[in-house]
C-alpha cells in the first residue's frame, strides 16, 4: 500500500478550549483542555462513558458544547465571537466548516445506495469544490490508496467490514480536512480485518496530517502515538508521550483502566 | 448402482455393524405422504373449476354485451377521466405528503401540530364529505384572492370560473391523499438510520442536498410499497368522483346503465376489468421500481420475473438432459 498524502492539504493546528457539555444533570464533559500542533497525532483513551466519544463530536460540532470553544487553525469552529459571548453560526457555516474536518465513524455509515466511488465523489461535488468528473478522478485516486482500485463500483453491502472502514476513510479524505477525527475505528470490525484498517491509518499518520484518534487498540497507540490522551469522567487525567502514559502511568486511575484492558 | 461409492474407499477401522450395507438407493429416506393436502387441492380445483365454468356459462353475465361496451369510445373517454385525476391527484397528493411529513419531523411544534392536525382531520373525513363540500365551495366563497393576510388583495378569482368539475375532484383526492401520504413518507424518514443523517452532516453535505440524495432515495424503499397500496385505493376511489358530476370511468358506467338498464351486469364487469388491468399495470411497475431502488440495500438484486423464467426453463432442460442420461 502506497503512503497516502492529504494532496497537498497543510495539516491543521486544534485547540480545544475549556470545553463543558452536559445532558440535563450528567456532565459528560467537564472542562477539556487541549491544544495539539498540526501534524500530530493524539490517541484519546479512557473507559466507555468517559466522554471520550462527545470530545471527538464537539470538535467537529456535531454535539454543541455548553461552555467552551474548539478552535482549528485560529478558527472557531460552530460559533463567532461577538464582543464577550460566543454565538452559534448559521446551519449553512457550519456544514461549510465541517468540509475542513474529517470524520471517520465506528460503524462506517457509508451511503449504502451509493457506490464506494459515489460514497467518496459525493461530498465533493456537493459542497461545489470539484465537478462530477474531477471528484470521480479523485475518489478513484483515494480509493487506490487505500488499496480498493479493484472495488470502485461495489455498494458498501457488498464489502467487508475492514473494506467499507477504508472507504470511509477515502470518503473523509475527498474534502482535504485539515484534521482527521477517527471514532473507535476497528471497534465494529472482526478481529483479522482490524489490521488492514489500522495499516491506513498509520500510513496517514506518517504522511504528516493532525489526526485525532479514539481507541482501544493500546497496541496501535503506542505505535503511532505522540500524545496518549487519558479521559475519565469528563476530564483529561493524564497526558503524554505513550512512553509515559502508557508504560510509567502516574495516576491510580489509568494504572487501573490499562491493567484492565492491556 | 451395485455398490455405495463410499465403500470403495479404503476405511481405516470397520464400519460400525449396525449400519445396514444395502446399496445406497434402499436407504433413500421417503418423504411422507400427506393425503389431507390432496385432499384439500382438489376440493379448491373443483371450486375454481365450478366458479369460472358459471362466469362463463351463466348467460346473466351477458358476456357478447360486455364485448360490446368494453372499448366503446364513451367508456374509454371515462377511462382517461379516471387516469387523469388519479394522476394529478397521486403526484399532488405525494408532494403535499412529502410537505406535511417534513412539517412533522421539523423542529418547530408549530410546524408539528399543524401537520399532525392535517392528518388527524382528513384521515377523519370521509372523502366523499370533503368532494361535496369543495362542490359547494364556490358558495362558502365567492372569490379567492391573493394579497396580504387580512390586508389589501391584489389578485382576485372568480371562484366559479376557476373551480371545474376536474379542478374539485383532483384538490379533493389530493387533500386526502396528502394526509395518508404524509403518514406513509413520515415512516419512510423514520426508517432511515441516524447514522446516515450524522455522516451526511459530518461530511458538511448541505441541508437540501441531505434529504434529497441521502435520506429520500434510502426512505423510498419502505415508502414505495406503502404508497403503491395507496394509490391502489386511489384509482378506486375515484370512482367517487362521479358524485361531483363528472363522468369517469364508473360513472360513465352508471349512467350508461341508466339509458340501458338490461346491460348493468355487463357494465359493471366492464369496470371491473378496466380496474383489474389498472391495478395490474401499477404492480408491475412496482417491481421495477422497488428493484430499482434496492441497489445497494441488498447483495444481489432480485431477479426479473423474465430473469426467473429463463432461469428455470435451463433448469429444467439440464434436469431432462440429466433423467435423460440415465
Redesign the interface.
Known amino acids: 500500500m502506497s503512503t497516502i498524502d492529504t494532496l497537498g492539504t497543510a495539516p491543521a493546528a486544534l485547540e480545544i478550549h475549556d470545553v463543558h457539555k452536559w445532558y440535563g444533570a450528567h456532565r459528560v464533559l467537564d472542562g477539556v483542555d487541549l491544544t495539539i500542533r498540526p501534524g500530530e497525532v493524539t490517541v484519546v483513551i479512557g473507559p466507555s462513558g468517559s466522554g471520550k466519544s462527545t470530545l471527538l463530536r464537539v470538535i467537529?460540532h456535531?454535539e454543541k458544547p455548553e461552555i467552551g470553544y474548539v478552535s482549528i487553525n485560529d478558527e472557531l469552529i460552530g460559533v463567532k465571537r461577538q464582543g464577550e459571548r460566543l454565538k452559534e453560526l448559521s446551519?449553512?457555516a457550519i456544514?461549510?466548516?465541517?468540509?475542513r474536518?474529517g470524520?471517520v465513524?465506528q460503524?462506517f455509515?457509508?451511503?449504502?445506495?451509493?457506490?464506494a466511488l459515489d460514497n467518496v465523489a459525493?461530498?465533493p461535488v456537493?459542497?461545489g469544490k470539484l465537478t462530477k468528473p474531477e471528484a470521480q478522478a479523485l475518489a478513484k485516486e483515494l480509493l487506490e490508496r487505500v488499496g480498493l482500485g479493484e472495488r470502485v463500483g461495489a455498494?458498501?453491502?457488498?464489502l467487508s467490514g475492514g473494506q467499507q472502514q477504508r472507504v470511509a476513510i477515502a470518503?473523509?479524505l475527498a474534502?482535504r480536512p485539515g484534521v482527521i477525527l477517527f471514532d473507535e475505528p476497528t471497534s465494529a470490525l472482526d478481529p483479522e480485518l482490524v489490521g488492514e484498517v489500522l495499516s491506513v491509518i498509520k500510513d496517514l499518520a506518517t504522511s504528516g496530517t493532525t489526526l485525532v484518534i479514539v481507541t482501544h487498540e493500546i497496541g496501535f497507540a503506542r505505535e503511532i502515538a505522540d500524545r496518549v490522551v487519558f479521559i475519565d469522567g469528563g476530564r483529561i487525567v493524564e497526558q503524554g508521550p505513550p512512553s509515559e502514559v502508557l508504560d510509567k502511568p502516574q495516576h491510580e486511575r489509568t494504572r487501573d483502566f490499562l491493567s484492565k484492558v492491556l | 448402482m451395485s455398490e455405495p461409492p463410499g465403500a470403495t474407499i479404503a476405511a481405516p477401522e470397520t464400519p460400525p455393524t449396525d449400519k445396514p450395507s444395502k446399496p445406497l438407493a434402499a436407504q433413500r429416506v421417503t418423504p411422507l405422504r400427506r393425503p389431507g393436502r390432496w385432499i384439500a387441492t382438489a376440493v379448491v380445483l373443483v371450486l375454481a373449476a365450478q366458479f369460472v365454468h358459471g362466469l362463463v356459462t351463466n348467460p346473466f353475465y351477458q358476456w357478447d354485451r360486455w364485448g360490446y361496451w368494453f372499448l366503446r369510445p364513451t367508456i374509454l373517454d371515462g377511462l382517461v377521466i379516471t387516469l387523469e385525476v388519479t394522476a394529478y391527484s397521486a403526484v399532488l397528493g405525494l408532494l403535499g405528503g412529502i410537505l406535511l411529513a417534513l412539517a412533522r419531523l421539523s423542529k418547530s411544534p408549530v410546524l408539528r401540530a399543524v401537520s399532525w392536525t392535517y392528518v388527524w382531520a382528513l384521515r377523519s373525513i370521509p372523502l366523499i364529505v370533503v368532494l361535496l363540500f369543495l362542490y359547494n365551495f364556490s358558495a362558502l366563497y365567492r372569490t379567492l384572492s391573493v394579497g396580504v393576510p387580512f390586508g389589501p388583495a391584489f389578485f382576485s378569482f372568480d371562484e366559479s370560473k376557476l373551480a371545474t368539475d376536474m379542478v374539485i375532484a383532483v384538490i379533493g383526492l389530493s387533500l386526502n391523499e396528502a394526509a395518508y401520504a404524509a403518514e406513509v413518507v413520515r415512516g419512510g424518514i423514520l426508517s432511515v438510520d441516524q447514522g446516515q443523517h450524522e455522516a451526511a452532516a459530518a461530511l458538511g453535505l448541505p441541508k437540501g442536498y441531505q434529504f434529497r440524495k441521502i435520506v429520500f432515495p434510502q426512505a423510498l424503499r419502505s415508502i414505495i410499497p406503502n404508497y403503491v397500496n395507496q394509490l391502489i385505493g386511489l384509482i378506486k376511489s375515484t370512482s367517487l368522483v362521479f358524485y361531483v358530476s363528472l363522468l369517469d370511468l364508473f360513472g360513465t358506467a352508471q349512467s350508461m346503465g341508466s339509458t340501458y338498464p338490461g346491460d348493468i351486469v355487463p357494465l359493471l364487469l366492464v369496470v371491473t376489468a378496466w380496474y383489474l388491468i389498472l391495478t395490474s399495470v401499477v404492480s408491475v411497475i412496482q417491481f421495477y421500481v422497488e428493484r430499482y431502488y434496492a441497489r445497494g440495500a441488498t447483495r444481489s438484486l432480485p431477479p426479473t420475473p423474465l430473469q426467473k423464467l429463463r432461469a428455470g426453463l435451463t433448469d429444467l432442460r439440464a434436469r431432462i438432459r440429466r433423467e435423460a442420461a440415465v
Request: charged fraction near 15%.
Open positions: 467537529n456535531l446551519e449553512r456544514l461549510a466548516q465541517r468540509g474536518i470524520f465513524f460503524n455509515n457509508l451511503f449504502p445506495h451509493l457506490t459525493a461530498a456537493a459542497t455498494y458498501p453491502r457488498q470518503r473523509a474534502l
